[in-house]
Nanobody, 124 residues
Framework: QVQLVESGGGLVQAGGSLKLSCAAS????????MAWFRQAPGQEREFVAG????????DYADSVRGRFTISRDNAKNTVSLQMKRLKLEDTAAYYC?????????????????WGQGTQVTVSS
């Protein structure tokens, strides 16, 4: 079983930057797909960014492409999300997720392990 713990959330002004981290423990594997999702109040949880197992291919939601960067350090069992030029609409709870298999998917049903979430609030 894999456990995920997110950190790095907080309050930041619009235009600022924030870096989220996700620490994995337990039966981790560099071949697992990893992703970040977010959920704003009253909204459904949505895919933000993902990174495949092994080769580390990445994918981003259109709303964050060019501003967010996902990366993984397999030696440290961590996945990070560097967020730049933050906007008010980026305010949400951010969740780290892991799924069995190398191929990257945006569908949250392909992920079977979730962290508890970390809040990101962007102010004007």
């Amino acid at each position: 079983q894999v456990q995920l713990v997110e950190s790095g959330g907080g309050l930041v002004q619009a235009g600022g930057s924030l870096k989220l981290s996700c620490a994995a423990s337990g039966r981790t594997s560099s071949s697992n797909r990893m992703a970040w999702f977010r959920q704003a109040p009253g909204q459904e949880r949505e895919f933000v960014a993902g990174i495949s197992g092994s080769v580390g291919s990445t994918d981003y939601a259109d709303s964050v492409r060019g501003r967010f960067t996902i990366s993984r350090d397999n030696a440290k069992n961590t996945v990070s999300l560097q967020m730049k030029r933050l906007k008010l609409e980026d305010t949400a709870a951010y969740y780290c997720a892991a799924g069995p298999g190398v191929v990257l998917f945006r569908n949250q049903k392909k992920y079977d392990t979730w962290g508890q979430g970390t809040q990101v609030t962007v102010s004007s």
